[in-house]
């Protein structure tokens, strides 16, 4: 195990180091999302070296394949774009600050994963696959604690405070949607109110604290906590669209995940509300009996493309991210609105 964590440890390493990666195609949503993050590419690899810098304990290691393998750093960006839109960046700590949320939510990945018993994480063993479900929840805390140990380090309470916040409603979210399960009469409000404690408070939280760290005004601090609440909105309705419509090789975990364990995302919920109670009952009979298999998986997934489901869903988001380009409209935004641009047009049309 040792052996296996320095080797990969030594492989992530030096891919950082030396810069190399994967060259998207020129139209590709990740095309978009490069761009996008292209003036936040230096300070992103200073969080990743923050973050190989703070993880110094051998067993910690074995975790930093998860955090560089594929990962899109978009929480992290989001700290470091907000805070380059203020009138007075203070880069240290928005480093710092980006780091911790990022080892937060790497923290989320190995709890989530767990739950979901997912093989599959970025095309790579999830943690609990690779080292087992003791550790893996070992390691959560770690890094859970090991965040909360750089935010502590910050000048002031203001940024910690936010992220207690942030993590208390993830924590809620997670324990109303496994409240949630198997709930054919589940809401649109109810499963929004999951996915905004569950998602989007976590980019809401890196948007606020990226506007503390860079001197916003408490109006303009606002208008970016609702930008990134209304982006995760969409993010996630856009990757519970996926989880159906997807290409499982392309997305680097397994689909159908959701609907297998119970879970039903916004196209479900427009679906049952297209069908009567019998054909409800009838198509949706496997997951009522905890009875389900590929073929029923694949079945349910068809029904809600062939019947608008998804479609509606996907405008839905559409929706959100246009409230998101709103809620910004009146900062200056200090000569990164391309950036941001880029992000949202990304969040509604990405494949992975």
Known sequence: MAKESRELMSVTTLRIRKGTRTIPN?????????????????????VTERILSVLNDP???????????????????????AGASGPSPRRAELIDTAAAVELIHTATLIHD???DQSPLRRSQPTFHARWGTERAVLMGDYLYATAFTLLARLGGPEVMQIMADVCQQLSRGELREVEARYRLDLTEAEYLEIIRDKT???IGGCCRCGAVLSGMTSKDRD?????????????????????????????????HAD?????????????????????RRRLFAPLTTRATDPAFLRRVAKTAQS????????????????????????????????????????????RS
Not at 69 to 77: D, E, H, I, Q, Y
Not at 229 to 251: K, M, V
Not at 261 to 276: I, N
């Open 26 to 46: 020129a139209q590709s949503p990740d095309a978009s999302l490069d761009e996008a993050l292209a003036p936040l590419r230096g300070d992103l690899d200073a």
């Open 59 to 81: 067993v910690a290691k074995m975790v930093v394949y998860l955090i560089t393998a594929g990962g899109k750093r978009l929480r992290p960006a989001f700290v470091l774009l």
């Open 113 to 115: 994963d767990i739950i």
């Open 200 to 202: 989007a408070s976590l």
């Open 223 to 255: 208008r970016l906590t609702n930008f990134g609440l209304n982006f995760g909105l969409a993010f996630q309705i856009i990757d519970d669209c996926l989880d159906l419509i997807g290409d499982q090789e392309e997305l680097g975990k397994s689909i």
């Open 259 to 279: 609907l297998d364990k119970g879970a039903l995302s916004l196209p479900m919920v427009y679906l049952t509300q297209t069908l009567s109670d019998a054909k």
């Open 307 to 350: 019947s608008g489901a998804i479609t509606k869903a996907q405008e839905r988001a559409r929706a959100f991210i246009r409230a998101a380009g709103a809620s910004i409209a009146p900062l200056s935004m200090n000569g990164v609105a391309d950036a941001y641009h880029g992000l949202t047009t990304y969040a509604v049309s990405r």
